[in-house]
T-cell receptor, first 115, second 112 residues
């Protein structure tokens, strides 16, 4: 149990385009989802926290107009990178938590490459 | 603001050695602490989770300890194997429901 999926697993796009990444909790209802970003040889940096039906809370330094987060249901959150640029190239990992668990469950990550 | 530090950043050992990875955190008021493994280009695999009221957790050849008052945790790996080669991440949660904050990890290489 407690499986989190992400789609796509990797994506390559041109600079200036927008990319949407989906995060789904497959066998539990996720009241809270977290989005992280990981640059090469760096650790996971928290970007934002989203609660179902509410606006996401962004960490300092993360542009909310560039990284649009939607958590419209208890099993799905999306991260849209708008007007992507090469510096947005990174590994994006989502994580989901339910009220029944004391831990977060992580998705397999999405590798974004912006040309 | 919570900061998590892991030492060493990288470690190379021959197969069979016992080893210790260190993690320290600046704010001792944590809810729990978790150790993860990450293989290159992959997602996270949870290894051990220690609640703030616990002192240690064990799973197979892995043992994690927690000293909350001093802001430290250690991950002990017994009889290391080449398959243990990966990056090990330590993460802490400040309050129930909040996000895990990660250290930069220790990259372990076990040679046969």
């Amino acid at each position: 149990g407690a499986v989190v999926s992400q789609h796509p697993s990797w994506v390559i796009c041109k600079s200036g385009t927008s990319v949407k990444i989906e995060c789904r909790s497959l066998d539990f209802q996720a009241t809270t989802m977290f989005w992280y970003r990981q640059f090469p040889k760096q650790s996971l940096m928290l970007m934002a926290t989203s609660n179902e039906g509410s606006k996401a809370t962004y960490e300092q330094g993360v542009e909310k107009d560039k990284f649009l987060i939607n958590h419209a249901s208890l099993t799905l959150s999306t991260l849209t990178v708008t007007s992507a640029h090469p510096e947005d190239s990174s590994f994006y990992i989502c994580s989901a938590r339910s009220g029944a668990y004391n831990e977060q469950f992580f998705g397999p990550g999405t590798r974004l490459t912006v040309l | 603001k919570q900061e998590v530090t892991q030492i060493p950043a990288a470690l190379s050992v021959p197969e069979g050695e016992n080893l210790v990875l260190n993690c320290s955190f600046t704010d001792s008021a944590i809810y729990n602490l978790q150790w993860f493994r990450q293989d290159p280009g992959k997602g996270l695999t949870s290894l051990l989770l220690i609640q703030s009221s616990q002192r240690e957790q064990t799973s197979g050849r892995l043992n994690a300890s927690l000293d909350k008052s001093s802001g430290r945790s250690t991950l002990y790996i017994a009889a290391s194997q080449p398959g243990d080669s990966a990056t090990y991440l330590c993460a802490v949660r400040g309050q129930a429901g909040t996000a895990l904050i990660f250290g930069k990890g220790t990259t372990l290489s076990v040679s046969s």
